[in-house]
């Protein structure tokens, strides 16, 4: 019989590690708790006929399982296999119905490789957090609190819910994106075939008619014009957008320039708010999902840093993890930190003193999604006029450019 390794907590509070022999994961979680304990971790397998199966599994090739899974089939699956935990299958026999029904490619292999290892004895969580590229440490740790809690299904369902309403926030962002992105591009590609098409085309006969000597203005869009048609300037002005978002992601790659682009996002006008309140309900969401799961405070800290995605608020987050393992309270290091309004941190040090801390971070995602509706309008609402008042003006001093010569010569002429 397989012998499991445990930690768990007794009824002082006390860790407690022990081993004890079972027939399978699910069936030394009954055991540790018929003994009085609460399990902080999954049982691991050690010794027996699993761990033999494991090692002889290990060294198969796995390949076409390194590449990343989309979110929608993340959630998706997660979706489904809740409803078969719910309905009472084995996981593995879970993993193996969900492995049949999904396309062939990277994610039906990754399924097949996880059930290969739970079938060799190893938990669900250990599995999953085989495949970093596909299972973020949010994913795996919720999966564990789950399989302690003996509520994978629930967690799950959490879990696929949690995706959901993330990826809705991201998607309306980006869509909010598109209209400004193509009206700009369509813009610079006409304003782009004026100065190289048609500029050059009118110089040579505004020279003719002048004598050579035009306008200052006239002279600097000429200028400007030849240098684009003639001189590679348009390989100059297409390669810098490229040049920039490969600079941005150099910086990005170190942790002081991540926080330094941070810093300048959050105090931008309009775009800073938005970025604000996007990051507050991600990680809010994050640790209110976590918390309700079961995994203890400072692991779900550490996990919610990881995924922030904004090193403002990772590097915040890290602060109040030290603070609590010192013995302070969340809303405090977090009122000091100066990083989230008054609202927020008496939210949450409410929730601590209620013990509803995860409910409150909730409330707090949900209203700030709420609010970042409602900026977006608000910055799509600004940047039509704005467009419109840079685009004519830009359109505008090219014209005048051209007629400028043309009112000196009827000036003359009179």
């Known amino acids: 019989m397989p012998v499991f390794q445990y930690e768990a907590l007794d009824s002082n509070g006390a860790e407690v590690k022990g081993q004890i022999e079972a027939l399978s994961g699910d069936e030394a979680l009954s055991k540790i708790r018929n ?45 489904q296999l809740s409803t078969l935990q719910d309905a009472g299958l084995p996981i593995l026999r879970s993993l193996r119905i969900l492995e049949e029904q999904q396309k062939a490619g990277t994610f039906r292999r990754v399924i097949g490789y996880v059930a290969d290892d739970i079938e060799s004895g190893s938990t669900l969580s250990e599995a999953l957090g085989k495949f970093p590229k596909a299972f973020n440490r949010l994913f795996v740790n919720m999966v564990a609190a789950g399989e302690v809690g003996g509520v994978l299904d629930v967690i799950l369902a959490r879990l696929a819910d949690f995706m959901e309403k993330a990826q809705k926030l991201k998607a309306k962002i980006k869509g909010a994106m598109v209209y400004p992105v193509v009206v700009l591009t369509a813009a610079f590609g006409i304003v782009m075939g004026l100065m190289i098409g048609v500029i050059p085309k009118f110089s040579t006969v505004l020279k003719d008619m002048t004598g050579g000597e035009l306008p200052g203005l006239t002279t600097a869009i000429i200028k400007f014009s030849n240098w684009l048609a003639f001189g590679f300037g348009w390989a100059v002005m297409l390669a810098v957008p490229f040049v920039i978002m490969f600079t941005l992601r150099i910086i ?95 939210m949450i040090d409410v929730g601590e003193e209620t013990g509803d801390m995860d409910k409150m971070l909730l409330k707090i995602a949900n209203n700030f999604d709420e609010e970042v ?27 005048l450019a051209i007629f400028l010569p043309m009112v000196k010569i009827i000036t003359s002429l009179m």
């Open 35 to 79: 003994m009085g304990y609460f399990p902080t971790k999954p049982p691991k397998v050690k010794g027996g006929v699993r761990e033999k199966l494991a090692a002889a599994a290990k060294p198969k090739s796995r390949r076409g399982s390194g590449g990343k899974v989309k979110v929608k089939v993340l959630t998706q699956f997660a979706r």
């Open 252 to 346: 990005r790659k170190f942790g002081l320039g991540r926080y330094i682009l941070d810093t300048i996002n959050l105090k931008l006008p309009v775009v800073g708010q938005i970025v604000y309140k996007t990051t507050v309900a991600r990680w809010t969401r994050t640790l209110g999902t976590l918390i309700s799961a079961g995994v203890p405070i400072l692991e779900a800290i550490n996990i919610t840093a990881d995924t922030s995605g904004n090193e403002v608020y990772s590097t915040m987050l890290r602060k109040v993890h030290n603070g609590i393992r010192q013995g302070d309270t969340f809303a405090n290091p977090l009122r000091q930190s100066k990083t989230v309004d008054g609202l927020v941190v008496n």
């Open 373 to 399: 509706d409602v900026l977006v309008g608000s910055l799509m609402s600004l940047l039509e006029p704005m467009m419109i008042i840079v685009l004519g003006g830009v359109v505008g001093t090219i014209v």
